[in-house]
């Protein structure tokens, strides 16, 4: 393998995590809409305060049981079990929504639980298997993950594309005469959401072997543990330089909280301002665009950027000049911001938060939002999950990419909470207090940046 190749093992992850991030992005950009239509129109009927609430609480748990999935990986049954116990019960959980219904919410609420449980066995341990492919050192891991982003982006711009269009038009009832939706199809969106983790989970178990050899098979502790037996040795404890590079984890998990906060409006409150206040009809089509779509506009823009993003990554390393990592998370932050300059230009194009869904805002403020929101994405996130792979010692790899998972945990109540006051604040609002924070905590990053530097002892 040349320097700036790439180990075969990196795209089979890529592929699949691509089909596990089908799975989950094509149930999310319909749990909104399945939890708010009526039940006449094939949904929950919910309203919209219990609805954002029950998404924040779900999203949130997705991203809870990573810590217990990567602590059983480090300490008992390794990354590649790891991976095939979520993925298996991942499927069960996306069949299980299959099958629920207004009548049948007992099939909805265990296919949450299955897929909040499924996705802390899976979700940690195959990002640390990506960061495994290459030695402490090498300047090819950013660039890496964002190769290993983009898997997680197509999937997620295919899903709702594909989802949506089973659920909103395939097997949608319409009226003969106006067109309008009287029923949806929610229940075959989960269905093909589940095929689609039956696919990554037969791919990854039937090439394993070959392109990642043993890679995971073992615990990390355990493997640190007969290392030091061969050489002699006790296992060590965390020495000074560990737990310093340990905090700024944590530190960074801070203000990840943050960002993601603001960035899972995308499937709550963003996806509702879409649904009832941006022009969606695209006249020269007369075609009206299905809502859920547009939750692949923001892995379009991942999948078609990521190429961009590691060139620059590759490049800037070559010539010794690029950004460190916390300057990176700082720029992602300040960009997320800045996106929603553009939400608060539709809100204002509409004469603000007026409740009459006949006024519209232009569709380009949706598309410019997304857009930003995408760089931002790119500057922060594959950066972040390197970043945990490189300060991690091995023993603790999956708990810390559990632990770095905690924050969006957090941030996804947080955003939920937001939500229930989408109605009552107005959106005009909500986007301008999400705004203002980021970008000042994004600043603060900046601020600090040389102080975790130095607690980071090398890492770049």
Known sequence: MNKTGHPKGLYLLFLTEMWERFSYYGMRGLLTLYLTKATIEGGLGFDDA???????????LVYLTPIFGGWLADNLIGQRRSITIGGILMALGQFSLFMSSSTSLSFFYLGLILLIIGNGFFKPNIS?????????????????????????????????????????????????????????????????????????????????????GDLGKEPGAKLQKAAAAASGEVAPPLSKE?????????????????????????????????????????????????????????????VLLGPVFTWLWTYLG?????????????????????GFFLMIGAALERGGDVADTAVKANLMWLVGTYLIHTMGELCLSPVGLSMVTKLAPLRLGSL???????????????????VQYFATMGAQTIFTIISAVVIVLGLLVLIISNQLKKLMHGVH
Request: include cysteine.
């Open 242 to 302: 560990e737990k310093d590079r340990l905090s700024v984890i944590v530190i960074m998990m801070l203000f990840n909280i943050f960002f993601w906060a603001g960035f899972e409006q995308a499937g709550s409150s963003i996806s509702l301002y879409t649904d009832r206040y941006i022009d969606r009809h695209v006249g020269m089509l007369d075609w009206t665009v299905p809502t859920s779509w547009f939750q692949s506009v923001n892995p379009l823009f991942i």
């Open 318 to 338: 070559n010539k010794k000049r690029e950004p460190n990592t916390i300057i990176k998370m700082a720029l992602g932050m300040i960009l997320l911001g800045v």
């Open 400 to 418: 810390m990419m559990g632990v770095w998972f905690l924050s969006s945990f957090i941030a996804n109540f947080l955003s939920g909470y937001l």
């Open 50 to 60: 219990n609805a954002g609430l029950l998404y924040g609480i779900y999203t949130g």
């Open 128 to 212: 640390t298997i990506v960061g495994q492919l290459y030695p402490a050192g090498d300047t090819r891991k950013d660039a890496a993950f964002t190769i290993f982003y983009m898997g997680i982006n197509l999937g997620a711009f295919l899903a709702p594309l594909v989802c949506g269009y089973l659920a909103e038009d395939l097997f949608a009832v319409k009226d003969a005469t106006s067109g309008n939706v009287l029923s949806y199809g929610f229940n075959y969106g989960f269905l093909a959401a589940g095929i689609g983790m039956v696919l990554g989970q037969l791919m990854f178990n039937l090439f394993g072997q070959k392109y990642l």
